[in-house]
């Protein structure tokens, strides 16, 4: 297996992690946000869940792309490029969205501001977990005896 197969996989893995707690942030600051300023409360919450989503599945994506564009070679400029790249869309993107739903009247931001939090939180422990739980080689190196694949 390759290094770009295995990263791909663990990213790919990371990204329907974040699809699963973008819809329990969806459910739970639902209910929470209907519960604190009915409809408000609701559109705030679906709005921060797919913030979550979005931007984990940036990241993941980004990887993903720099893996297939360096043909796994995690040490490429171009692989640096892309994922930071991508980093730096979400900023600015992020910064965007906060400046464009600050004072809408539709927007509860209380309720946006704690699903956004959530989100983050949520997506680090993802990461974290399933960056722990893979196998991923340390070094790429042939032993002798090892047949080549």
Same mark, same amino acid.
């Given at each position: ?5 295995? $990263? !791909? $996989?663990?990213? &790919? ?16 600051? @639902?209910?929470?946000? #209907?519960?604190? !300023? ?6 705030? &919450? ?5 913030? &979550?989503?979005?931007? $984990? ?48 009247? #539709? ?11 959530? @989100?983050?939180?949520? @997506?680090?422990?993802? !990461?974290?977990?399933?960056? &722990? ?6 070094? !790429? ?9």
């Amino acid at each position: 297996m390759t290094t770009t197969a295995t $990263t !791909d $996989t663990v990213f &790919a893995r990371i990204i329907r992690y974040g699809a699963l707690l973008a819809l329990a942030i969806a459910v739970v600051g @639902s209910l929470v946000g #209907w519960l604190a !300023d009915g409809g408000r409360g609701v559109v705030s &919450a679906l709005i921060g869940a797919g913030i &979550a989503f979005v931007f $984990t599945a940036m990241t993941g994506a980004s990887v993903i792309i720099a893996n297939r564009v360096t043909r796994g070679v995690l040490l490429h400029p171009a692989y640096f490029g892309i994922v930071l790249g991508g980093w730096l869309l979400k900023f600015i993107v992020f910064l965007v969205l906060l400046v464009v739903l600050k004072d809408q009247p #539709w927007i509860n931001t209380i309720v946006l501001f704690v699903c956004i939090i959530a @989100s983050v939180l949520g @997506s680090l422990v993802i !990461d974290v977990v399933v960056i &722990a739980r893979s196998r991923l080689p340390y070094v !790429d190196t042939a032993l002798p005896g090892d047949q080549k694949a």
